[in-house]
Nanobody, 123 residues
Framework: QVQLVESGGGLVQAGGSLRLSCAASGRTFSMYTMAWFRRAPGMEREFVARISWTGGITYYTESVKSRFTISKDNAKNAVYLQMNSLKPEDTAVYYC????????????????WGQGTQVTVSS
């Protein structure tokens, strides 16, 4: 099992920045892909960004490209999401996810989930 704990959410004005962190514990050697998803009020959970645990290859959903950056620290078993130029439409609960194999953008591809951290962007 892998346990994931997110932190770093909060309230920020449009145009501001936040950095989310995801701390992993347990059988972390089994992680292959890490990702961030989000769920806005009344919406389905959607993919934001992913990173491969070993090679560090990244992929982003179109709406966050050039604004968000996903990164990792293998020594700390942590994944981060730097969010810049935030917009009100970025308001959502953000979830960290881990997969035991290569995974893409679908929630069903991920094996472990954190509890989420709220990000609210005011206009």
């Amino acid at each position: 099992q892998v346990q994931l704990v997110e932190s770093g959410g909060g309230l920020v004005q449009a145009g501001g920045s936040l950095r989310l962190s995801c701390a992993a514990s347990g059988r972390t050697f089994s992680m292959y892909t890490m990702a961030w998803f989000r769920r806005a009020p009344g919406m389905e959970r959607e993919f934001v960004a992913r990173i491969s645990w070993t090679g560090g290859i990244t992929y982003y959903t179109e709406s966050v490209k050039s604004r968000f950056t996903i990164s990792k620290d293998n020594a700390k078993n942590a994944v981060y999401l730097q969010m810049n130029s935030l917009k009100p439409e970025d308001t959502a609960v953000y979830y960290c996810a881990a997969a035991r194999s290569w995974a893409n953008t679908q929630t069903r591809e991920y094996d472990y989930w954190g509890q989420g951290t709220q990000v609210t962007v005011s206009s």
